[in-house]
């Protein structure tokens, strides 16, 4: 909710390298230490399908409908996507006593990095997911399903 195009104060799209980035102030996140983070071709691929006099202000600029001219706050964005999930019915879990648990925000981070996970090394992945330890990224990415591993070795022969 916070990327901007042009304002590099907490956290902004740069073109002007080699590479795209992300590059996010030190006050603008929990480690408190500036980042320059690689964007996924496929998400540059979308920023970049916005014609260059159009990247100005928030890249995500929902209005809410009964606040004309007001952004929407990261966690209001945050409930509203869990409410599409759940009116979309997609499950993602379900607890032992029966509780089904619907799409989040959360669980379209945990979707990201699982689709990287297949293909970057473990490194590679803790950089884009930010993550400060490698151990959190082998912990729920790196060998976490047999049959998609399954897939990429059978599917090399």
Sequence with gaps: MNLHWTDDSDLCVDFSQEFPMLVIQAHAQKSKQYEQIPIVPDFAELLRSVPKEERTGYVFNPIP???????LRSD???????????????????????????????????????RWSRKLMPADLKEIMRHSSIQTTMDFYVGSNAIETARGLWGSC
């Design 65 to 71: 409908k009964r606040n004309r001219g007001t952004r």
């Design 76 to 114: 209001t964005t945050s409930t509203l996507i869990s409410r599409i999930g759940k009116a979309a019915g997609i499950l993602v879990g379900e607890s032992l006593s029966g509780k089904k648990k619907h799409a989040s925000a959360h669980d379209l981070r945990r979707s990201f990095g699982f």
